[in-house]
């Protein structure tokens, strides 16, 4: 368990976990912790999952304009107030249409997928910010 955790945690290479042990005396070949990642990943994820924090009354939308398979794409990130990720659309287009549904759309998605939270489904407050754009980004706030 270990060797998965190194692995999912410090984005290490199989090679470099591989190494890793066996600088701690343990022989495991790098197929073999494939292996224990395939198997393990969904296990610790469930383990996981209770101690996600519940999505809180205000959250924002963030912007970001990356390069995906070689395309310039729009990133629209859903966080709440703790910082965790709610939920993430990509677009081709830049619009303030979309980045309105990520925030709108984002609570009853997250409720969906883990009933043991308890999720408003409209925010208190929605805030749309643009990160590394220039004064004519689009920006979309105010209470709902």
């Known amino acids: 368990m270990l060797a998965v955790r190194w692995y999912l945690r410090f984005a290490l290479s199989y090679r470099d976990v591989e190494e890793l042990l066996t600088e701690r005396g343990i022989q495991v070949d790098h ?65 303030a249409a979309a980045a309105t549904d990520v925030g709108t759309q984002a609570g009853p998605q997250r409720q969906n997928r883990d009933r043991r939270a308890r999720v408003r489904a409209e925010p208190t407050t929605r805030t749309v910010r643009a990160r590394g754009r220039g004064a004519g980004a689009p920006t979309v706030g105010g209470r709902i």
Do not use: M, N
Not at 46 to 51: Q, S, T, V
Not at 61 to 77: F, G, H, L, N, Q
């Open 31 to 95: 197929v073999t912790i494939y292996r224990w990642v395939l198997r393990f990943t969904p296990l610790l994820a469930e383990a996981a999952r209770p101690c996600r924090h519940t999505v809180g009354g205000r959250w924002w939308v963030d912007e970001t304009y990356v390069k995906v398979a070689s395309r310039w794409r729009y990133v629209y990130r859903a966080i709440d107030q703790t910082g965790q990720v709610i939920d993430v659309f990509v677009s081709p287009r830049r619009d």
